[in-house]
């Protein structure tokens, strides 16, 4: 007899996925019956590691031999979507359904990229799901850092963000991390060789995660982590590991819509004498205001300017 469940996408690695029914941790595999595709879209993973799917399956814990099938998603809460920077308009959902998402970042090794943080966080703010800046190998910047540090978290603290200061490697901050995690589940994302695997591993030693060896791999463009997978933490909560985005276009949305998706521009844009207002030429434009008297920061402020031109650009 065939039943007809929910299940939750742990994995996906080709044509092959491992679901299990959250909270519960039974993985089993599955397949994807014909082609799923999403109206409208060119995403290249219809089925994404976060997806509730319905599947088909012979047997309550369906085996290798005799995998579940996957015949549909359910309409997803919120994703990650990563398009190419070129102009493929090809995207790739990251993750789907999750509840906040770690935006792992480094000082140096490799160093932090100020618009594409920004860019990564728009991503976030543009598809609804709750971005924490984690600011990770500490113990190479703590002193030697001091003013960069102070610098960066004013930048993304007077943005609203909340940023964590933490050490894979000493273990510093990761507490406070473990305990955002527990009962959600987390999205870890940035570029190749912050750390993402490392946090994950620092978080839960028990989990089987690869590292990459030597920092230089990835100074090189090596990827260490290849695929996107769930784990469940022993003090609770799941997490998505996921490779290192390398390129990541700017999000569809209409350049005058950009600015509502910096949360420190929208707060002070309900002042600005025109409106709509693109903050860049307007007399009496309040975000150009607060950028001169220093509540938003210039660093932010030129990302946006990055991202219009570049939206103007392109359409
Ligand atoms: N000093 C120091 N090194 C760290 C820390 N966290 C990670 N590393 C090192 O950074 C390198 C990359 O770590 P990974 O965890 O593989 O990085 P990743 O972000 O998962 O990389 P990809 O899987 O390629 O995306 C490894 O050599 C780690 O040992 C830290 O807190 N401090
Ligand atoms: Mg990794
Ligand atoms: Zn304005």
């Not at 996957?70 to 308009?89: F, T």
């Not at 920004?118 to 703010?125: F, Q």
């Not at 273990?171 to 993402?196: H, I, M, N, P, Q």
């Amino acid at each position: 007899m065939q039943s007809r469940k929910t299940a939750t996408v742990v994995k996906h690695t080709g044509s092959h996925y491992l679901l299990t029914c959250l909270p519960e941790w039974k993985l089993f595999p599955a397949v994807l019956r014909g082609k799923i595709r999403l109206k409208g879209s060119s995403v290249t993973n219809p089925v994404a590691v976060g997806d509730k799917v319905v599947y088909e399956a012979d047997s309550d814990m369906p085996a290798q031999e005799n995998p579940a099938v996957i015949l549909s998603v359910e309409p997803r809460k919120n994703y990650v979507i990563r398009k190419s920077a070129n102009l493929s308009r090809q995207a790739h959902i990251i993750a789907a359904n999750v509840d906040q998402a770690f935006i792992v970042a480094t000082l140096d090794f490799p160093e932090v990229k100020l618009p594409f943080l920004d860019r990564i966080l728009l991503t976030c703010e543009v598809y609804n799901v709750h971005p924490v800046i984690v600011l990770n190998k500490i113990d190479l910047f703590r002193d030697a850092c001091k003013e960069q540090i102070e610098a960066f978290r004013h930048i993304y603290g007077s943005a609203g963000y909340e940023v964590l200061e933490v050490s894979a490697l000493t273990g510093e901050g990761t507490d406070l991390l473990r305990e955002k995690c527990d009962g959600a589940v987390s999205l870890f994302s940035g570029v190749s060789g912050v750390g993402k695997s490392s946090l994950i591993k620092a978080l839960d030693p028990s989990l089987d995660l690869r590292i990459g060896e030597i920092s230089e791999a990835h100074l090189q463009g090596r990827h260490t982590t290849t695929f996107y997978e769930m784990y469940r933490l022993a003090s609770g909560g799941f997490i998505i590991d996921t490779p290192g985005i390398r390129g990541f276009g700017l999000v569809d949305i209409a350049p005058e819509e950009i600015a509502l998706y910096f949360p420190e521009m929208l707060r002070v844009s309900e002042h600005c004498r025109f409106s709509p207002c693109t903050h860049t030429h307007e007399p009496g434009c309040a975000v150009k205001a607060a950028v001169e008297d220093g509540s938003i920061s210039y660093e932010r402020y030129s990302s946006y300017l990055g991202m219009l031109e570049e939206g103007r650009k392109y359409r």
